[in-house]
Antibody, heavy 124, light 110 residues
Framework: QVQLQESGPGLVRPSETLSLTCTVSGGSIPYYYWSWIRQPPGKRLEWIGYIYYSGTISFSGTTNYNPSLKSRVTISLDRSNNQFSLNLHSLTAADTAIYYC????????????WGQGTLVTVSS | QSVLTQPPSVSAAPGQKVTISCSGSSSDIGDNYVSWYQQLPGTAPKLLIYDTTQRPSGIPDRFSGSKSGTSATLGIAGLQTGDEADYYCGTWDGRVSAWVFGEGTRLTVL
């Protein structure tokens, strides 16, 4: 069964860049949609975006981002390590949240497998 | 970007049935499948319903989903204290090509 595990810093300073990595085990990267989703404390879930990789050697993946975050987000793949990553730039306190990575089976389908989540606090 | 509307809270007694509504628009619920998630305190969301009415393997048939127009409903029958959690609906918003979630509903089993 596929498992996902987030890793990265728990505390980041305002205006800096958040970098998180999701390691996928028990499954492979190609042909799935790999998402990042966040949840501020006590608030609703917010989809950040996903990356899809078709398995073509020379193809780095197709991304799709939440319009409200698109200007600050980059999601990328590390196929050799079965990982995908999130970079979120120009952080503010409003970016404090639990960040989850998750897998989807089609472009408009639900994330079905989720990581346990990692709390990121933006504070000086 | 749209946000799906859910009641903040619902409650019912053990053994009873409860329904949770999720209201959207023509570009999201009206034109796409709906999913439902259960989030127990301190844990990641768990997929309960996908493609509006389908249950993943291992989800009991006490959980059911339906849709009419731009609204969807999650039903939970035979309530148990272990069902106390936050429940979120989610769907694709074709207008902005993004996945959207509801505001969440807290279920209390009295």
């Amino acid at each position: 069964q596929v498992q996902l595990q987030e890793s990265g810093p728990g505390l980041v300073r305002p205006s800096e860049t958040l970098s998180l990595t999701c390691t996928v085990s028990g499954g492979s990267i190609p042909y799935y949609y790999w998402s990042w989703i966040r949840q501020p404390p006590g608030k609703r879930l917010e989809w950040i975006g996903y990356i899809y990789y078709s398995g073509t050697i020379s193809f780095s993946g197709t991304t799709n981002y939440n319009p409200s975050l698109k200007s600050r987000v980059t999601i990328s793949l590390d196929r050799s390590n079965n990982q995908f990553s999130l970079n979120l730039h120009s952080l503010t306190a409003a970016d404090t949240a639990i960040y989850y990575c998750a897998r989807g089976q089609y472009y408009n389908g639900p994330p079905d497998y989720w990581g346990q989540g990692t709390l990121v606090t933006v504070s000086s | 970007q749209s946000v799906l509307t859910q009641p903040p809270s619902v409650s019912a007694a053990p053994g009873q049935k409860v329904t949770i509504s999720c209201s959207g628009s023509s570009s999201d619920i009206g034109d796409n499948y709906v999913s439902w998630y259960q989030q127990l305190p301190g844990t990641a969301p768990k997929l309960l319903i996908y493609d509006t009415t389908q249950r993943p393997s291992g989800i009991p048939d006490r959980f059911s989903g339906s849709k009419s127009g731009t609204s969807a409903t999650l039903g939970i029958a035979g309530l148990q204290t272990g069902d106390e959690a936050d429940y979120y609906c989610g769907t694709w918003d074709g207008r902005v090509s993004a996945w959207v979630f509801g505001e969440g509903t807290r279920l209390t089993v009295l």
